[in-house]
């Protein structure tokens, strides 16, 4: 049964910001911390480890609260970009 | 840990900190499969690009030591069906990691640790060489196919690249001239405020490739960072600015699929500190400038283009006489390196890719 049929699945679409990479999750558990879920999509595609991250739910144009549950704060389908918190100088 | 949970052992690679005046060594960083991953992406796009092929994605490590680089280089050697390839790579390729070591050093011996602190590149004990196993975000990406026959103009202009690039052998890039007019207007905007701020935009452009010309970037357009928070030496994209790109981009790549974000250009709208130099006067050009690569922008670009061996940069500044100054980065060898570019009429840009001029590419152009 792919994600779009299991209307109770939670899942999300994540990309980067530049839309390079784009891909649907649909392993994590919705009580993880936002914080846990970022830095396991950070590792898992091998990402710099010296920048810090943040989830952006996309429709609101917001960060999530990393300290707070993903599920608390996201629909199911939600569409989020991995965004570095990192600034020219 | 990988991203199943299980952890990773260490790849048997590192960087060892001394002291100088010390044998003893004061700090070793490990260095991670995460950390070669633009090292590992250039790779795969050069034998792509060069050779056509799908490289490997397992890669085998050594480091040379003596010669001018007196950190050791690290080489990986790679291998597409029966063709391998050595690809060599100094210091500057793994300065995430060497700023992680410093940080370390600097922690534990404060007082210690001036200039003098020195790294090399080391394997685990015993070992010659060390596999390892490239996670990568993404294959390289698709190359959009284009005729040059037609635009005189971009041959020539592709030709002098190559003369200009001829001994890094790095890819042709070329900036479509109102991006390049309007790239300088957006990254100098921030100047003409009561107090000046750096102000910029992400540069969009293809990767392309000609059958009798190889491949090359054209560099079509810039997005400004609209709702950026800026002060005088810093600028940070808002996720309202990324809310708008994300937006943007998409709307632009449903009409042009192969448009992407390609890198960044940005203003440091503020003059070097203090007098031009003694020499000044009897120097052809002034080298004290403001257009720069700084460490911040480095890391900016590592993070916001990662494993994109395609990228590119331009910071606009000033030098000490008070003249204009641009100087624009090009990845190579695991690092944004200065090079140049050629800049070619809208028309011939809009003619290579089978298109008129769009709207925004007249509104780039419009004084």
């Known amino acids: ?89 | 840990m990988s991203a199943t949970g299980h952890p990773q052992p260490p790849l048997g690679l590192a960087l060892e900190f001394s002291v100088a005046e010390r044998s003893a060594i004061v700090h070793r960083e490990e260095v991670s499969r995460a950390d070669l991953g633009d090292l590992f992406a250039e790779i795969v796009w050069a034998m792509h690009t060069t050779h056509g092929r799908r490289c490997n994605h397992l890669f085998t490590l050594a480091v040379r030591s003596g010669g001018l680089a007196a950190c050791g280089t690290l080489v990986v050697i790679a291998t597409a069906g029966r063709l391998r390839q050595e690809f060599e790579f100094e210091i500057e390729a793994l300065a995430p990691v060497v700023a992680r070591g410093m940080q370390r050093v600097r922690a534990s011996e404060p007082h210690d640790t001036g200039p003098e602190v020195r790294c090399r590149i080391v394997l685990a004990s015993g070992r010659e060489r060390v596999d390892a196993e490239g996670l990568l975000a993404s294959g390289p990406p698709e190359l959009r196919v284009v005729d040059t026959t037609r635009t005189k103009a971009v041959r020539e202009a592709l030709a002098a690249c190559r003369a200009a690039e001829q001994e890094s052998a790095a890819m042709p890039v070329l900036f479509r001239a109102g991006a390049r007019e309007f790239a300088e207007r957006c990254s100098r905007a921030g100047q003409d405020l009561p107090e000046p701020v750096e102000t910029g935009g992400l540069l969009l452009g293809h990767l392309l490739r000609c059958p009798s010309e190889g491949v090359f970037l054209l560099i079509e357009d810039v997005l400004p960072a609209a709702d950026a928070a800026a002060t005088k030496y810093s600028l940070e994209y808002s996720p309202a600015t990324w809310q708008r790109i994300g937006a943007v981009l998409r709307a632009r790549r449903a009409l042009s699929p192969s448009l992407r974000p390609i890198g960044q250009a940005h203003g440091h709208n503020f003059r070097p500190e203090g007098p031009p130099c003694a020499e000044c006067a009897r120097r052809a050009a002034c080298t004290t400038s403001t257009a720069f690569l700084s460490a911040s922008d480095r890391q900016w670009c590592r993070a916001v283009f990662p494993q994109s061996p395609f990228q590119v940069g331009l910071v606009f500044g000033w030098n000490a006489r008070g003249e204009r100054d641009a100087a624009f980065y090009g990845w190579h060898r695991g690092s944004l390196r200065l090079r140049g570019y050629e800049v070619i009429p809208d028309e011939d840009a809009a003619e290579l890719l089978g298109a008129r001029p769009t709207t925004t590419q007249q509104r780039t152009t419009s004084p």
Request: proline share 7%; aromatic share 8%; glycine share 6%.
């Open chain 1, 1 to 89: 049964m792919t994600t779009a049929e299991a209307p109770n699945k939670f899942w999300f679409r994540i990309s980067d910001v530049t839309g390079t990479f784009s891909r649907e999750a649909d392993s994590y558990d919705p009580r993880m911390s936002v914080a846990a879920v970022g830095a396991d999509l950070t590792r898992d595609i091998a990402w710099a480890k010296s920048t810090p991250w943040a989830l952006r739910d996309d429709s609101r144009g917001e960060y999530l609260d990393e300290a707070r549950p993903i599920g608390e704060q996201i629909t199911p389908g939600a569409d989020l970009v991995l965004t570095p918190r990192t600034h020219l100088g």
